[in-house]
């Protein structure tokens, strides 16, 4: 069978913790329905669908503008050197220094890197910023995976936990009729336990790499 009956959820009003009144689906309430076969009326459904989710595309437009705003005025750029300028001054702390300054580092810019991702949506984005922290990365030791690490990987790892991400739980919040960003609270939870192991493996591997030069598949590169 190629195609599925017709069906439908019922919905309700439902009054939201801010106050406001929101349709949601009824839980297991799915049941067929006629079938409505659609033919001109597909094309018209694609004005329907801006007119209806008009907030959440209005407000993905200011996001993508604010970026680039950001890109192009250099904003991110200069504020990444100062925060790498300022790192650097931990070395004068002896006991940071013993804990290891390089790890801080690391995870104060993979810190930083995964709350624009789970905050603002920032992704692929990023990849503007590996020229950046690449060479920072085989300053210390490392190799330019680890750099790419702290950039991407930490930015797609905020992705994942979604906090505030406009592009994933604006979307789908707004389609749901849910209250937008509400349960945020969970997902600070998961977005800390997912940088939790994401940062370990990273960690890890760094460490590998800083006391085994030879083992990263990049080393001829990195040292071009």
Request: glycine letters at 8%; charged letters at 15%.
């Amino acid at each position: 069978v190629l195609f599925r009956s017709a069906g439908e959820f019922d919905r309700t009003q439902k009054i939201m913790s801010d106050g406001s009144i929101k349709t949601v689906i009824v839980e297991n309430s799915f049941h067929s329905t006629d079938a409505e076969p659609q033919t001109w009326q597909i094309f018209s459904s694609i004005f329907n669908g801006f007119t209806s989710q008009a907030s959440i595309i209005v407000f993905i437009l200011l996001i993508g503008g604010a970026f680039w705003i950001l890109n192009s005025s250099q904003a991110l750029d200069v504020g990444i050197s100062a925060f790498i300028k300022w790192t650097k001054k931990l070395e004068r702390n002896r006991i940071l220094k013993k804990i290891g300054v390089n790890n801080i580092v690391m995870i104060l810019i993979m810190t930083m890197f995964s709350a624009f991702g789970a905050i603002s949506g920032m992704s692929e984005e990023t990849i503007a910023f590996v020229i950046i922290l690449v060479p920072l990365a085989i300053s210390m030791g490392y190799d330019s995976i680890t750099g790419v690490c702290l950039v991407y990987v930490a930015a797609h790892l905020g992705f994942a936990g979604a906090i505030f991400n406009p592009f994933t739980i604006g979307i789908a919040q707004g389609l749901s009729d849910l209250a937008i960003f509400s349960g945020w609270e969970y997902r600070v939870v998961c977005w800390i336990i997912i940088n939790l192991t994401g940062f370990t493996f990273i960690l890890l591997y760094a460490r590998k790499i800083k006391l085994n030069p030879e083992k990263s598949i990049s080393k001829g590169i990195d040292d071009y």
